[in-house]
């Protein structure tokens, strides 16, 4: 655990000042009561010699001093400690979160890092103070202690010194068993968390059934398990704490049997009995405390180990002799594959889009567009084949360099909380109020900026918030326009864009494509984009399903023609109360006169 | 489709930031000390955001009134180990002064056997009602965790439904978890550790008095110094801790902006400066907060360290009391108790200090649910009226959420059976606001609903929403079994009418190709169904229930084209012969739409049907021909 802790650090010089500082008081504290030793040799005769323990006390009194001085210490010593550590900690994900493939940035994990980032960095670098420091008291001073009482008396010492290691698997035990129970127990909890959203969103639905008030059967059953289970669990964690107290309460009524007999038989003087007995009581109340850290020690593991999940991702291999100029901006894809984990999603992919022309990827959910995208701007490395981007792989490119020529504008767009222009701006810096505005017009965002209050200037809200999806996504593509970049990756909104946005879109990525220079792929949903691209990528279930210009593909049977069938039929299809056969007629399989109207 | 309501990035983004951040402001700067003072328990105790209100203790006690006797039990329990726990120490003090009173060999060892036997029997008295005290405790915190989670249901679930929308899920799901986590506190040790450090202080404080009274009293002093120090640290810290979460806060969206940024500028190129700075300038604030509220108790908490220890306790005594043997007030077999049970008074102390942060977090969660418990129930006819027929009539319609700004105003319009209504307008034009009145997610400002001639606020909701089937784009599944999920359309369906449904639904092979048919258990992914499949799942519920109203969030554009289609032809079942009201995107599908609402800002700017309103050649025509021209481009 510290050794863990260690390494978290880039520094970890405050760690010793802090462990160091609560050690040393820990083993004067002990040295403190082993004076009462020969304090009470000289003091329990029956006439008490002070002279004898002047000495002792003299000692006892410097000690004393140097203990509450060094005390004093702790408070701001910790304070400015747990502060410090927690702000290099947080530089330290901070920074080394920026070295991650973008690939690494899915949203469950960006949440979880803030929470690294924020909460939880903040809880640890408390708890190396709040948790460490008293488990090294309770280790210490029992030692120290013990320790004496064996200078003095070794029989005595042996029902501690035999506590101490026992005790200390009993924790370890202890430990565990919270880890374990805790672990259960959040399932537990997640589970009637689940089902308490559920309750929670499904109100219409349960309240016009009748079961509002109870949830339902499963809600009710949901809890009384969580009840048993919890209950089970809080039983479950007793064990080891009861058994960890039982070691210790054994060794106090060993030593006090001990002590009895050995004082009784005459083999201890009464004052050494007397104060060995003190001393062992020294001994199990600071080590019988640890008990109560023992389930802080697991809780802060836990953390420990959030962190370092965050700090072991690393960075993908840079290339040795890194290429740094993109000579031109066609993509090759040759026999990829590559998984997430163990779900294949790419298989033997082999494609190609020209400079200048317009790809469009089509294909259900989860037939592998989004990767392809991915690869291009090597969001992660292929399995196998590979990528190549203007006749190179990207994995022997200069990062930056293959970066600098490809914009991707993800369908979920992030905008910072600024000014309009400054998001579109902050593609190219040094970009002229012209270049900015002709971005904006070939993204087709002027219009909207006409509208927008305070125009150019208006504050987008923090993420964007001001904006329409549609809109967001206008502004990243005019990022892309101002970067010019050779390479544009879209992942065009699928999701309820109203169809003012959605033809805006459309004109906007057709205007991207007309650059000779550039290549556009875009994970197309609107017919009008899907019309205007050169080629068609068919993609199902990681593998190519059909490949070539629209007009060629719509004459086949395959599976873009039947999706462009579809989308007739959407198209067609009217809300009406009235049941009307002719409408039902409509809504059947469009006839082949449909396709005609699907020509570029 | 548009949320009623605050947008929901910005509620997202708003709940992100609030939740409490950075090193967790701890209720006492005293207790971060090491000398045992360090909490365990109350490190999992969030300090919860905002104006954190904690609740009287009048109030707690009402709110744990169930488990009462339990509770008490518990502490008793406690109160009694601690006990025994210092009467096995006091044992080995009369040891002692027995071995040194020394009168004669046999009396004196049969009284020493005695003690080491009271003292042996003290210790196991300890671990057994220490247990004891634990499984009651548990017991009761079970108990309580249960009985509050059914309380809340019972209340969540007549409350009114928009509560749900704006951020009610998420506060849910923090009452049903995280506040409760947090009360378990205050359920399983609060009491339990204050009666416990009652008992064992009595226990030792008045051995002490009969010992010597004198010596009780300075050995009493520096624990009761400790106590003083620590109330002050805890008085002084509240308007720091203010600083304190706020600086926590802007770590946390500095952080969100930061990660969500970062893949901005990896593509577009830039620099991460500007996010770091800003990062950095919220730690830096953070810093300053932490230090000022430090500073501000480093001289009491420092103070402190040192009265806690048992080592100054140790001086105190042995200083005094060597002084009072010198001076003839103390014989020195008297001194014993306070070296071995007094220096021990800290030790019972520092878990009552320590259960006070734990305590003020438990009363914090337990201000949030008395809050929750507290909410106005959405209130409900005290005779309820049955509707006759099923038209949907809007009058004069006005509503607003914040009671200022009105969503929608003045809104008239009459729905006959049979026909379809579309709501159409730009984004925020509150076409969604307009369709959540009817199943009452609010109540109007002004104005009334009628469903059927009767205002629906004098029906009962169950009658309402069962007269009604609503179609959003976000699918509500329950955690159960295909078929339950089809049959709370109508609880009372049989398993052959669920079929029914699904295949009107054009669900039925989808179904029978799942893992466990019929029987497949959704989950919150959906159990392997397509975000489509979900959709149809929900028109088969709506099928099912056979509700005469069917209000429609046409936003089937989310869905890939196989799906969409799909959807679509079970719409188609659906709305046969109903009394219709759609949310429209794309025009197209409402042209035979009986008519069409036009909204804007809230006001209704024209009416008619698609032929009279492309003809006026309004704003209704304008977009028509854009999406028109769009779809051409």
């Not at chain 2, 919860?48 to 009287?56: I, K, N, S, V």
């Not at chain 2, 226990?203 to 010596?215: E, K, S």
Request: hydrophobic letters at 50%; charged letters at 20%; glycine letters at 10%.
């Amino acid at each position: 655990m510290i050794r863990r802790l260690w390494r978290l650090w880039p520094s970890p010089g405050l760690l010793v000042r802090l462990w160091l500082l609560t050690a040393v008081l820990a083993v004067l504290q002990g040295l403190l009561l082993g004076l009462l030793v020969p304090v009470l040799r000289a003091l329990l005769r029956p006439e008490p010699d002070f002279g004898a323990a002047t000495g002792w006390l003299v000692l006892g009194s410097a000690g004393l001093l140097a203990y509450c001085l060094l005390s004093a210490l702790v408070a701001p010593v910790g304070f400015a400690a747990s502060m410090e550590l927690a702000v290099q900690l947080r530089r330290r994900l901070m920074g080394h979160v920026t070295t991650l493939p973008l690939g690494w940035f899915t949203a469950d994990r960006k949440s979880h890092f803030v929470r690294t980032v924020t909460n939880i960095t903040g809880e640890l670098a408390q708890l190396t103070f709040v948790i460490i420091a008293p488990a090294i008291t309770g280790l210490l001073v029992p030692i120290t202690v013990v320790s004496v009482i064996a200078v003095v008396d070794w029989r005595l010492a042996i029902p501690l010194l035999v506590c101490l290691p026992a005790g200390l698997l009993v924790l370890r035990q202890t430990r565990r068993t919270v880890a374990e129970v805790s672990a259960a127990m959040e399932v537990g909890g997640n589970a009637v968390a689940g089902r308490a959203l559920e309750f929670g969103r499904a109100q219409p639905v349960l309240r016009a059934a009748g079961l509002a008030a109870t949830g339902g059967v499963r809600l009710r059953e949901a809890l009384d398990l969580h009840r048993l289970r919890y209950r089970r669990g809080l039983r479950r964690m007793l064990v080891p704490e009861l058994a960890f107290s039982a070691v210790v309460a054994t060794a106090y009524v060993a030593t006090v049997l001990l002590g009895t007999g050995f004082l009784l038989d005459g083999t201890l003087p009464a004052a050494d009995a007397v104060a060995l007995l003190v001393l062992a009581v020294r001994f199990v109340e600071p080590f019988g405390g640890l008990g109560g850290h023992a389930s802080g020690l697991g809780a802060m593991e836990y953390l420990v180990t959030c962190v370092e999940d965050v700090l072991r991702t690393r960075a993908l291999p840079a290339a040795p002799h890194p290429v740094r100029a993109v000579p031109h901006a066609g993509i090759e894809f040759t026999a990829v594959s590559f998984s997430y984990g163990a779900t294949r999603a790419l298989a033997d992919v082999s494609l190609r889009c020209e400079p200048g022309t317009t790809t469009a990827l089509v294909g259900a959910s989860g037939s592998g567009k989004t990767t392809v995208t991915r690869l291009v701007a090597r969001f992660f490395d292929v399995d196998s084949g590979s990528v190549a981007v203007g006749g190179v792989d990207v994995r022997d490119y200069d990062h930056t360099a293959l970066t600098a020529q490809i914009a991707i504008v993800f369908q979920d767009v992030y905008l910072f909380d600024t000014t309009i222009e400054e998001n579109i701006r902050l593609a190219r810096p040094d970009a002229s109020q012209a270049e900015v505005l002709a971005a904006a017009r070939a993204a087709q965002l002027d219009e909207v900026i006409d509208r927008l209050p305070a125009g150019w200037r208006t504050q987008v809200g923090e993420g964007g918030a001001q904006l329409s999806g549609g809109e967001r996504q206008r502004v990243s593509i005019a990022r892309a326009f101002l970067k010019n970049a050779r390479i544009v990756l879209i992942d065009e909104a699928a999701s309820a864009l109203d169809p003012e946005n959605e033809a805006a879109v459309s004109r906007a990525i057709a205007t991207l494509g007309d650059d000779p220079a550039r290549t556009v792929v875009v994970i197309a949903h609107s017919p009008a984009t899907l019309r205007a691209a050169d080629q068609i990528i068919t993609l199902d279930g990681g593998r190519v399903a059909e490949c070539g210009p629209p007009a060629e593909l719509l004459r086949t049977e395959g599976i873009f023609a039947r999706l462009s069938r579809q989308h007739e039929h959407t198209r067609s299809w009217r809300i009406s109360a009235r049941t009307d056969p002719a409408r039902h007629q409509a809504a059947g399989d469009a006839g082949p006169s449909v396709e005609t109207s699907v020509s570029p | 489709m548009t949320r009623a309501g605050p947008a929901p990035r910005g509620a997202r983004a708003g709940s992100r930031s609030a939740s409490p951040a950075g090193g967790r402001p701890r209720g006492t700067i005293a207790a971060a000390g090491t000398g045992g003072t360090g909490g365990t328990s109350s490190t999992s105790a969030a300090v919860p955001p905002a104006a954190p209100r904690m609740l009287p203790f009048r109030d707690v006690a009402r709110m744990l009134s169930p488990i009462r006797r339990q509770l008490v039990g518990c502490a008793a329990l406690s109160a009694a180990a601690a006990a025994a726990g210092v009467l096995s120490y006091v044992a080995i003090a009369q040891i002692a002064r027995t071995a040194l009173a020394a009168p004669g060999p046999a009396a004196e060892s049969r009284a020493v056997w005695a003690w080491a036997v009271g003292g042996v029997a003290g210790a196991v008295l300890r671990l057994v009602l220490d247990g004891l005290s634990a499984h009651v405790g548990h017991d009761a915190d079970a108990r309580m965790l249960h009985h509050l989670r059914i309380r809340l249901t019972r209340r969540l679930g007549v409350l009114p439904l928009g509560w749900f929308r704006a951020a009610g899920s998420a506060q849910v799901k923090k009452a049903m978890t995280d506040d409760l986590e947090a009360m378990h506190h205050l359920f399983a040790h609060t009491l339990g550790s204050v009666l416990g450090a009652a008992g064992a202080l009595t226990v030792a404080l008045g051995y002490l008095l009969v010992v010597d009274w004198r010596m009780a009293l300075v050995t009493v002093a520096v624990p009761t110094l400790s106590v003083l120090g620590f109330r002050r640290a805890m008085r002084s810290s509240s308007g720091h801790i203010a600083r304190l979460i706020a600086a926590q806060g802007r770590i946390s969206s500095a952080a969100v902006e930061y990660v969500d940024g970062i893949s901005v500028v990896k593509t577009f190129g830039g620099s991460t400066d500007r996010v770091l700075d800003r990062f950095d300038s919220a730690q830096d604030e953070h810093t300053a907060a932490y230090r000022a509220w430090t500073a501000e108790n480093l001289a009491t908490a420092s103070v402190n360290q040192v009265l806690t220890a048992e080592t100054a306790i140790l001086g105190v005594v042995a200083a005094a009391g060597l002084g009072f043997v010198r001076a003839g007030w103390l014989s020195m077999s008297d001194l014993l108790p306070f070296l071995i049970v007094g220096i021990g008074l800290p030790t019972s102390l520092n878990p009552l200090m320590r259960s006070t942060q734990g305590l003020r977090a438990a009363r914090m969660a337990a201000g949030h649910l008395d809050a929750l418990l507290s909410l106005d129930p959405l209130p409900e006819p005290a005779e309820p009226r049955v509707p006759v027929g099923h038209r949907v009539e809007l009058d004069r319609v006005s509503f607003s959420y914040d009671g200022v700004t009105d969503v929608l105003s003045d809104i008239s319009v009459r729905c006959e059976p049979g026909t379809v209504t579309a709501l159409v307008g730009p984004s925020g034009a509150g076409k969604s606001t307009l369709a959540a009145l009817l199943p009452r997610f609010h109540d109007v400002t002004a104005g009334a609903v009628r469903i059927g001639g009767v205002d629906i606020r004098e029906q009962s909701s169950q009658t309402l929403l069962a007269s009604m089937s609503l179609v959003f784009q976000d699918v509500i599944l329950l955690w159960d079994t295909v078929t339950e999920n089809i049959r709370i359309g109508r609880p009372d369906a049989t398993d052959e009418q669920v079929r029914a449904a699904a295949r009107a639904a054009q669900l039925h092979e989808v179904i029978e190709r799942l893992p466990g048919g019929y029987d497949t258990v959704l989950d919150e992914a959906g159990g392997g169904l397509s975000g489509g499949e979900r959709q149809r799942l929900t028109i088969a519920r709506a099928i099912l229930s056979d509700a005469p109203v069917v209000i429609l969030d046409e936003a089937t554009a989310a869905l890939d084209a196989d799906s969409e289609a799909a959807v679509q032809d079970a719409l188609g079942e659906l709305v046969a012969g109903r009394t219709v009201i759609v949310i429209a995107h794309r025009l197209h599908t409402i042209v035979d739409a009986d008519q069409v609402l036009v909204l804007d800002r809230g006001r209704l700017v024209e009416h008619g049907t698609h032929r009279d309103l492309l003809a006026r050649g309004g704003r209704y025509a304008r977009m028509w021909w854009a999406q028109d021209t769009g779809a051409a481009a």
